[in-house]
């Protein structure tokens, strides 16, 4: 015991400690493999723009896949591993979320066919803050493709898995806006 603590002082700093120490936990984060927007009423267009008078633009989506070096990895928080045991599942989710947007729709014969890559996706927390970071390319021909990044900084309350989950659903949904406006866009060229 060293000169300076005294042993009451040893034993309360062993009785704060302790519960503190049996709370922090190694345990790695493991994501859902379906996307929550962000908000209930989430549509990546519904609130600024009304029905095309044309009706919904068909889009196909031919693929999604994750050409991250660690298909599973998603960054740390708070020396947590974040993993995700399904990114594509999660990713094909978010995308399938775009029908929302009343001037989309999946159907055939599609004016839009895309496949869409997972860049990157990762989260990591600095302090009371966490910053969740998603990139999609997505491939219209061979040589058309575009690239569109999410981004999510917010408040890291409690370092648990649903805070996780809605940071890195929080930067898809931002990619997927940019993805929303684009796909629109090519319908409208596409007549």
């Known amino acids: 015991m060293s000169k300076n ?9 062993a009785i704060v400690a302790l519960p503190l120490a049996a709370c922090a936990t190694s345990e790695p984060i493991n994501l859902s493999s379906q996307f929550t927007p962000p908000a209930p009423k989430w549509s990546p267009a519904t609130d600024r723009v009304e029905k095309n008078a044309h009706g919904s633009c068909r889009m196909h989506l031919s693929g ?20 995700a045991a399904d990114s594509v599942g999660w990713v094909r989710s978010g995308v399938e979320s775009l ?11 599609a004016k839009v066919e895309f496949g869409i890559t997972l860049e990157k996706a990762y989260i990591h927390s ?28 917010s408040l890291n309350w409690n370092n648990t898995a649903s805070e996780t989950q809605e940071g890195l ?21 596409a007549g």
Request: glycine fraction near 4%; proline fraction near 4%.
């Open 169 to 189: 659903d929080a930067a898809l949904a931002r990619a997927l806006e940019a993805l929303d406006q684009d796909i629109v866009a090519r319908c409208a060229k």
């Open 126 to 153: 600095m302090g009371t803050e966490k910053a969740a970071t998603v990139v999609l390319r997505a491939t219209y021909a061979p040589n058309d493709t575009q690239i569109f990044r999410g981004d999510d900084n």
């Open 5 to 13: 603590i005294s042993p009451a002082r040893a034993a309360l700093f």
């Open 64 to 83: 999604v896949q994750d050409v991250r070096a660690d298909t599973q990895s998603m960054g740390t928080m708070v020396e947590r591993g974040v993993h």
């Open 99 to 109: 029908d929302r947007d009343p001037r989309l729709s999946f159907a055939e014969p």
